[in-house]
């Protein structure tokens, strides 16, 4: 009788372990929005603040994905003096949109 209960407890700490895995898939979105701000380093946590403050004062902010690496690094050169910002500004900012 004891084992009974022994397995019935085993098994039933198995179901609901393999119950509780497969309902993982369904919360995919805020899983990956966590991920995403504890990934984030005061640095690019940094130049994301300063991208949003100077870089949608003449138009509606780009996506980071927008661009690549590549195509970044000249535009940002280019927009980082219509901002008015530094070099290390405009790195910190480059540094955000390509780690995205
Ligand atoms: C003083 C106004 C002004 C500010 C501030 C500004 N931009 Fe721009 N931006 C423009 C204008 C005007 C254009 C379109 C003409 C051009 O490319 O010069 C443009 C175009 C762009 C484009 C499109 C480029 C392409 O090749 O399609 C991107 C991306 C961009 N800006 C990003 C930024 C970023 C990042 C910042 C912040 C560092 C920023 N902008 C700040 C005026 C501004």
Do not use: R
């Not at 369904?26 to 100077?54: H, Q, R, W």
């Not at 138009?59 to 927009?79: C, G, R, T």
Request: hydrophobic residues 35%.
């Amino acid at each position: 009788m004891k084992y009974k209960v022994l397995t019935l407890a085993v098994l039933a700490t198995i179901i609901y372990s393999c119950a509780s895995k497969s309902t993982v898939p369904t919360v995919e979105t805020p899983k990956e929005e966590i991920k995403f701000a504890v990934t984030l380093t005061a640095e690019l946590a940094e130049g994301k603040s300063l991208y949003e403050n100077n870089c949608a004062n003449c138009h509606s902010l780009y996506k980071a994905n927008d661009f690549n690496a590549e195509q970044w690094k000249p535009i940002v050169l280019d927009m980082q003096k219509k901002a008015g910002l530094n070099d290390a500004q405009g790195q910190k900012i480059y540094n955000y949109l390509t780690s995205q």
